[in-house]
């Protein structure tokens, strides 16, 4: 074992300000602190790990303890550099606050502070993941990290900043380090390789890159552990992808192909091909959402991103083109959704390759999962048969309903008196002594619709309804039928009411608001004039049925049909059920008589009854009492 051998993220930390890959923001800062010579006393490093937040800290600790310094440039030749360098702890001083968190731990810090530092100018405490401090800790720690020393500095670096008590926040300057952008970890990694001499393609090298998720410290030691397979043969994206436990994209690219086909045979038999080869049932499904989210971009974005974004080469950026036109961006979305659910099942399981098993299939099963375009195509098609339905003036269904003569809770539930419905009937009967006689009613329902309205047509009556017609309003539409209309032109609407008081009403911005959008609409024109007033000497006055449309739903009316009967033999038994039979009839004549009467009546009482009476009473659907 080679004992001065050290592992490559620690042979290349950065020594200086400008060897810190990325984070530009800090080192300008940092940069203008040290030549200006304000130096705070106390820093709080923020960021994911692996971003530079103790190597800059220790960078910043040598700049100001340097025998040339406070310098940019630290020797790292004299006496305070190389402490810091191989971790002295003489004038600074490193300490893991996951292991020193108790308030003892921090009283024995403050108890040191007051020595003078030996060969530097600052006596320099770095915390690292000072979020770990309980509470008790940190208060103890308040008070001199308000008001140190003169010579001496606090650098606080945390990975979860939100922990830290805003009392200490608040006496630091903060510093957010920034996730590396992977072009500069590649950048930085085939720098290292060519001074390790390791052979390794940039496909690998972006793969690790993109692997670490903006931490140059895992791309470097990754790097270090795939250098041993680079010593003769170059290191491949293959290699990478085996020791990540990653699916080439070939694999995933087959995957995605048998799920398009729904081919779930195939789909199954490359699972347990990929499942035997040792990748975890986690990571097989974490690699397939990845792919799925790389399509998805490869759909939506330009020819010339789609490798930049998603790390592809051009051969396998074109590939994933293609396969991403035979899927619609919400089938992929729908890809997406399933596999992160699956993915949670599979955590929370013992049986992990059960879930695997089952969420292969339910993705394969993609061609049940109609494409957006076609279910919009269906939609529209159903909600157009239904205009057309609609539309039609008058639907003839003929029904035939058959019911025994001797059920008399049946027939009266035929023969009730439904709007103008003529029943005549057939009666058939077998020669028997008492036959089951029964009765053939026939009749035609017509579902009759209103006019439509002619827009270019001068009748102001048609006008009028389009106009109320238009109108989603029930109060606006109540209103309106108490009104006349005197004009109802493109060029001006008026409209006049008998009392003020629905004048006023009419006018509020809200109604008049819905009364110029049905003006607009039928007009098919904007800012409508509508003009709202009491009646004048030589106003057009309407009759009341049509100054008042109805915008209610189609009525269904009953046409009579022409029937023949043929009456049996007559016994006593006829005769006794004749009889009821007109007594019946008188009786359903009789409660339509009074019906009528009652009806009039309130026609005649309506008379007396103010115009606000009879909007309510026309609203509510009620009667005078």
């Known amino acids: 074992m080679n004992e001065t051998y050290l592992p490559l993220y620690r042979k290349y930390r950065p020594q200086c300000l400008e060897q ?31 971003t530079g937040k103790t190597s800059t800290a220790r960078i910043l600790a040598k700049s100001l303890n340097c025998v040339n310094g406070p310098t940019l440039t630290p020797c790292n ?14 004038d600074v001083i490193e300490i893991d606050a996951a292991s020193n968190r108790k308030v003892e731990d921090t009283q024995n810090i403050l108890e040191k502070i007051q020595y003078t530092p030996v060969h530097g100018r600052y006596k320099i405490y770095i915390i690292d993941e000072v979020h770990m401090l309980t509470n008790h800790a940190f208060n103890a720690l308040l008070k001199t990290l308000e008001e140190p020393p003169e010579n001496v500095i606090f650098i606080l670096a945390t990975t979860e900043v939100h922990k830290v008590l805003d009392t ?41 890159a993109k692997n670490s998720a903006g931490g140059m410290r895992d791309s470097i030691a990754l790097l270090d552990q795939l250098s041993l397979l680079g010593v003769q043969n170059e290191v491949t994206l293959d290699d990478v992808n085996n020791m990540l436990g990653r699916l080439s994209f070939d694999i995933l690219k087959q995957f995605t192909d048998f799920i398009i086909s729904s081919d779930t045979q195939s789909a199954i038999e490359l699972l347990e091909k990929v499942y035997n080869n040792g990748n975890e049932p986690t990571l097989i499904l974490s690699n397939l959402c990845e792919y799925f989210k790389n399509l998805l971009i490869t759909k939506n974005s330009k020819p010339e991103m789609v490798e930049e974004l998603t790390g592809y080469n051009d051969a396998q950026a ?21 596999t992160a659910h699956y993915i949670r099942e599979l955590k929370q399981t013992t049986n992990q390759y059960l879930w695997l ?4 299939i339910n993705l394969a099963n993609l061609a049940e999962n109609s494409s957006l375009i076609s279910l919009q195509t269906r939609v529209q098609a159903l909600e ?16 035939i309903v058959q019911v025994p003569n001797n059920d008399i809770k049946a027939r009266v539930e035929i023969e009730k008196p439904v709007s103008n419905i003529s029943v005549s009937s057939k009666v058939e009967t077998p020669s028997e002594a008492k036959p089951e006689v029964y009765t053939q009613v026939e009749h035609e329902e017509t579902v009759v619709e209103q006019a439509s309205v002619n827009v270019g047509s001068s009748d102001m009556a048609s006008l009028w309804a389009g106009l109320v017609k238009n109108i989603n309003s029930p109060s606006t539409q109540a209103l309106l039928r108490l009104a006349n209309p005197v004009k109802v032109a493109p060029d001006e609407v008026v409209i006049t009411f008998k009392q003020e008081i629905f004048v006023k009403q009419a006018n509020e911005d809200a109604k008049k608001q819905v009364l110029k959008e049905a003006a607009d609409k039928l007009f098919n024109q904007n800012n409508s004039k509508i003009t709202i007033r009491l009646p004048q000497s030589g106003d057009t006055q309407l009759p009341k049925s049509d100054a008042a449309p109805s915008n209610k739903a189609p009525q269904k ?16 038994a006829d005769d006794v059920y004749q009889q009821k039979q007109e007594e019946k009839a008188q009786a359903i004549d009789a409660a339509e008589t009074a019906n009528d009467l009652e009806q009039g009546e309130n026609n005649e009482k309506s008379n007396y009854f103010s115009d606000q009476t009879k909007m309510i009473v026309d609203l509510f659907d009620g009667k005078y009492i």
């Open 20 to 50: 810190v890959v990325g984070q530009e923001h800090i080192k300008k800062t940092l940069k203008s602190a040290i030549e200006l010579n304000k130096i705070s006393h106390a820093y709080l490093f923020t960021g994911p790990r692996g």
């Open 77 to 90: 030749e004299c006496a305070s550099c190389k402490d810091v360098t191989n971790t002295v702890p003489i």
């Open 318 to 338: 074109k590939e994933a083109a293609e396969q991403s036109k035979k899927l619609e961006s919400q089938q992929i979305v729908f890809l997406l959704e399933r």
């Open 557 to 572: 009316t009953f046409t009579p049909q022409r029937a023949t009967v043929v009456q049996p033999p007559k016994n006593k």
């Open 357 to 360: 098993e089952v969420a292969v």
């Open 168 to 208: 200490i926040k608040s006496r630091c300057q903060r510093f957010d380090f920034r996730r590396i952008t992977t072009e500069d970890i590649v950048k930085h990694l085939r720098f290292i390789s060519d001074r390790e001499n390791i052979k390794i393609s940039d496909d690998a090298l972006l793969a690790i």
């Open 384 to 399: 157009a048969g239904g205009v057309n339905l609609i539309n039609q003036q008058a639907v003839h269904k003929p029904n």
